[in-house]
Nanobody, 127 residues
């Protein structure tokens, strides 16, 4: 069965940094879309960043561009999210996600496109 194990959350001050990790198992990692989504209390789940594992091409939500970096370690079936210049608005539960395939190598920041999910890791940013 497919498992996505996300980790690395914690607490940080505004302006600080955290790094999230996600390792997949039982999953066809190559040529799929993987990414990070987040959800805050009372809000809908929103996309943060996605990557096409075949090429490493990434897409980011406008709210995190220039601050967050999504990368991958193909041989280890891992993705990472480096989060810098954190803001209190970044607080939430962060979920790793994987798709069943990629539309011609195009990945979208849309939770409906992702079939597999990690359990989530909490990120709390204080001002």
């Amino acid at each position: 069965s497919v498992q996505l194990a996300d980790s690395g959350g914690g607490s940080a001050q505004a302006g600080g940094s955290l790094k999230l990790s996600c390792v997949s198992s039982g999953y066809l990692y190559v040529s799929n879309c993987m990414g990070w989504f987040r959800q805050s209390p009372g809000k809908e789940r929103e996309g943060v960043a996605v990557i096409y594992t075949g090429s490493g091409r990434t897409k980011y939500a406008d709210s995190v561009k220039g601050r967050f970096t999504l990368s991958q370690e193909v041989g280890a079936n891992k993705i990472y999210l480096d989060m810098n210049s954190l803001e209190p608005e970044d607080t939430g539960m962060y979920y790793c996600a994987g798709s069943r395939g990629a539309d011609g190598g195009n990945c979208y920041i849309d939770a409906d496109d992702y079939a597999f999910w990690g359990h989530g890791t909490q990120v709390t940013v204080s001002s």
